[in-house]
Nanobody, 123 residues
Framework: QVQLVESGGGLVQAGGSLRLSCAASGRTFSVYGMGWFRQAPGKEREFVAAITWSGGWTTYTDSVKGRFTISRDNAKNTVYLQMNSLKPEDTAVYYC????????????????WGQGTQVTVSS
């Protein structure tokens, strides 16, 4: 089992920045990919970004390219999502996820999930 705990969400004005953290514990040696997803009220869960646990290969959804950066600190077993130039449409609950064999945008392929952290961007 892998446990994931997100933190860093909050309320920010449009154009502002936030950094989300996802601390992993448990069988982290079994993790291959880590992803960030988000879900706004009444909408489906949406892929944001992903990174390989060891190699640092990254991928992003088009709407956040150039504004968000995913990174990891293996010594701390933590993955980050730096979000800059935030827009009201970025408002959602952000979830961290871990996969033992996959990295990509399909949320069904992820094995473990955190509880989520709320990000609200005001206009």
């Amino acid at each position: 089992q892998v446990q994931l705990v997100e933190s860093g969400g909050g309320l920010v004005q449009a154009g502002g920045s936030l950094r989300l953290s996802c601390a992993a514990s448990g069988r982290t040696f079994s993790v291959y990919g880590m992803g960030w997803f988000r879900q706004a009220p009444g909408k489906e869960r949406e892929f944001v970004a992903a990174i390989t646990w060891s190699g640092g290969w990254t991928t992003y959804t088009d709407s956040v390219k150039g504004r968000f950066t995913i990174s990891r600190d293996n010594a701390k077993n933590t993955v980050y999502l730096q979000m800059n130039s935030l827009k009201p449409e970025d408002t959602a609950v952000y979830y961290c996820a871990a996969s033992q064999q996959y990295i990509g945008s399909n949320y069904r392929r992820y094995d473990y999930w955190g509880q989520g952290t709320q990000v609200t961007v005001s206009s």
